[in-house]
């Protein structure tokens, strides 16, 4: 019974979807946007810092998704940086866990100027499902003030790029 299965499975093509069709028009229309209104407010690319401040990561999976070849998120002059020192924007995903507070305050504190907090997802928002756990305190706003909110469990990396533009438009008209 399980030689036949594993034939089965040796032989046989994967069964995955298909990648979502990106058209050519609308990516150089993001990618024109993302430039101007980097260069506008910064003068360069932006450098982006990801915190888990205690996610299932299901986020983390989703951002990540950015570096592949559909999304690709370095041809959008957006790159993600080792250091706090570094970045422009703080992408945290995750509830507040009383574990992580004191991190993520510090890296906030040495990020420097301009800088921007983006909270992802669902959880960063208020909790999420882990909202009531006695390790809990809520979404980042109880720690730090957060400059954009990116809905979803977890938000789509389509939604990620469309939050991080707007974050830019915003500043660069502001």
């Known amino acids: 019974m399980l030689w036949p299965r594993l034939a089965k499975a040796l032989f046989s093509r994967p069964v995955?979807?298909?990648?979502?069709?990106?058209?050519?028009?609308?990516?150089?229309?993001?990618?024109?946007?993302?430039?101007?209104?980097?260069?506008?407010?910064?003068?360069?690319?932006?450098?982006?810092?990801?915190?888990?401040?205690?996610?299932?990561?299901?986020?983390?999976?989703?951002?990540?998704?950015?570096?592949?070849?559909?999304?690709?998120?370095?041809?959008?002059?957006?790159?993600?940086?080792?250091?706090?020192?570094?970045?422009?924007?703080?992408?945290?995903?995750?509830?507040?866990?009383?574990n992580m507070r004191q991190a993520l305050e510090r890296t906030w504190a040495c990020t420097p100027e301009p800088k921007w907090l983006v909270a992802v997802g669902d959880c960063a928002t208020d909790g999420g499902v882990f909202k009531g756990s006695y390790a809990i305190e809520g979404g980042i706003g109880e720690a730090l003030p957060v400059d954009l909110v990116i809905p979803g469990c977890p938000p789509t990396p389509t939604q990620l790029l469309e939050g991080l533009l707007a974050l830019l438009e915003a500043q660069a008209s502001g």
Not at 37 to 62: F, K, P, Y
Not at 82 to 97: E, I, K, M, N, Q
């Open 16 to 98: 995955t979807d298909a990648p979502p069709a990106v058209p050519d028009v609308v990516v150089e229309a993001l990618v024109q946007r993302l430039e101007a209104a980097g260069q506008a407010r910064l003068g360069r690319s932006l450098a982006i810092r990801q915190v888990d401040c205690g996610s299932c990561n299901g986020c983390e999976l989703e951002i990540s998704a950015l570096g592949n070849v559909v999304y690709d998120l370095e041809r959008f002059g957006l790159k993600f940086v080792a250091s706090p020192r570094h970045a422009d924007v703080l992408l945290v995903t995750g509830p507040l866990t009383r």
